[in-house]
């Protein structure tokens, strides 16, 4: 969170004019003071709907956070390797969910580095529901509830709908924001980097920010409003009564969401305010004492959060994009075979090739038919690429990607990866081969590609060759099943 004039968070996006049904998910203990609500029974069964964040996986992901700072130099300040390894932690994981993943470079932020912005496949791309969390913490200390809480509640929730992978109604985007403790920088270079029509995609953002404070209370951003009726609904559910997040105003990456005209909304447990009398018998907790002791001190580890009130903000931020962005159950899967000639007997369409690769020359036998793919074998240095753009269905319980690889090779090393074959869908790499791995004859090689989803991806393979002895890596029968 962002000093005394502006503050950090994760985001929603919210729909005006939305309908939401009271929440019924059970938290998992109640405040000392808090009140038992009895719920209709229409309410439960929408609660129902939306899944039950595991506070076990949240608290993983404090983890690693706080190890990351600890292995550098004790925080995760805006562009120091703290930051960047907890980019990429965070990124890896999207990617391996099957989530399109970009890095957005903030020149003007006073520490240059980069922002992570992650939309899942599906909904129409005009309506989109947004979800942020700004990602660095303060040079003081590991920055866990501020904001690693608000940055692990939006990832797990993220890897939850990719789990899940129900029929999304509207386009669901996630994003982490750098250089937030040095004035919602990061943020605010994202929204100047949209046109008028980008803006209008968005249909509402909500900001959480430090959303496990040990002293915490349960705050709103613009609480009455209809966008943050969802996440209102849920913590009603709850008898929480929550209030409206006046420490937060104007201190958070909702800010500059706001100011372009954007509704926003999100959740808040507290900083360095203290709680009044009124709260601490309404919620528990220490009367005049700040929402978090350890606000942007040494302090702020994985031991400065408080399960209960970080569970309650994670499913509410499930069942609030459960009831914008959901609908219509799991997707139904229309599987089979999505890569096209894989047994290159139609000649080179639909694959990409380098010149001679698809062949039937007599040199290497094809496994069936006349046709293969034959990749180097010069004996020189020589790069070739055997490439196919596909689509994977959605809903499916499993994708994996089949070929049949002979490797040849004249390589008498038996620890020397000297030449090799890699094979990528997309910018991922799925596996690599060498001359190390050279046998008689065609081995079956099978890779899940899960991960991809309801994507259209290019499969490619590419052949690299060093200056001497040959190898060869000879492909045939490729397929992609999806079942």
């Known amino acids: 969170m962002r000093g005394r004039t502006l503050s950090a968070g994760i985001a929603l996006a919210v729909f005006a004019g939305m309908t939401v049904p009271l929440a019924a998910q059970t938290a998992t203990a109640s405040p000392p003071t808090a009140t038992t609500v009895t719920r209709p029974i229409a309410a439960s069964a929408a609660a129902l709907a939306a899944p039950d964040i595991s506070i076990t996986n949240v608290q993983a992901h404090l983890t690693q956070f706080n190890a990351i700072a600890t292995s550098n130099g004790g925080n995760r300040r805006a562009g120091s390797a703290g930051y960047t390894a907890s980019l990429n932690y965070v990124k890896t994981r999207l990617q391996s969910a099957g989530y399109t993943v970009s890095e957005q470079y903030c020149s003007s932020c006073r520490y240059p580095s980069n922002n992570l912005i992650a939309e899942w496949p599906g909904g129409p791309a005009d309506q989109v529901v947004m979800f942020g969390a700004h990602l660095d913490g303060v040079a003081a200390g590991p920055g866990i509830n501020d904001n690693a809480t608000g940055s692990s509640t939006l990832l797990e929730n993220a890897l939850v709908l990719a789990a899940q992978n129900p029929t999304v109604t509207k386009r669901v985007r996630f994003a982490w924001w750098t250089d937030e403790e040095q004035g919602l920088n990061g943020s605010r270079f994202y929204v100047n980097s949209l046109s008028a029509t980008q803006r209008g995609y968005i ?10 404070s040990t002293n915490g209370g349960y705050f709103i951003n613009r609480v009455s409003s209809t966008t943050a009726a969802p996440l209102k609904a849920y913590w009603d559910s709850l008898g929480l009564q929550p209030e409206e997040n006046v420490e937060g105003q104007g201190r958070s990456d909702d800010y500059y969401f706001q100011q372009a005209g954007i509704p926003t909304s999100g959740y808040a447990a507290g900083a360095s305010a203290r709680k009044t009398s009124a709260q601490a018998a309404k919620w528990g907790g220490t009367a005049n004492s700040a929402y978090d002791p350890c606000y942007h001190r040494s302090c702020d580890t994985t031991a400065n959060v408080s399960a209960t009130v970080l569970n309650r903000a994670a499913d509410g931020v499930a069942y609030a994009l459960w009831q914008l962005a959901v609908g219509g159950g799991t997707p139904t899967c229309t599987g089979g075979q999505v890569v096209g000639n894989g047994g290159f007997e139609s000649g080179s369409t639909p694959w990409t090739a380098s010149s001679g690769v698809i062949t039937n020359a007599s040199g290497q036998p094809a496994r069936t038919g006349s046709y293969k793919a034959w990749l180097n074998g010069f004996g020189s240095t020589r790069t070739e690429s055997l490439s196919q ?5 959605a809903g499916c319980a499993t994708y994996t990607l089949s070929f049949w690889l002979h490797i040849d090779t004249a390589e008498t090393t038996s620890s020397t990866a000297y030449d090799r074959l890699t094979v990528q869908a997309g910018s991922t790499t799925l596996a690599t081969y060498s001359n190390l791995n050279a046998a008689t004859g065609y081995v079956q090689r099978s890779l899940n590609v899960a991960a991809f989803a309801g994507q259209a991806v290019t499969l490619r393979f590419t ?8 190898t060869t890596f000879v492909i045939d029968d490729v397929t992609l099943q999806a079942s």
Request: hydrophobic share 25%; glycine share 14%; proline share 4%.
């Open 463 to 470: 052949g690299t060759e060093d200056s001497s002895l040959q």
């Open 389 to 393: 753009s596909v689509t994977l269905p």
């Open 203 to 212: 249909k509402g953002y909500y900001n959480f920010d430090m959303v496990g």
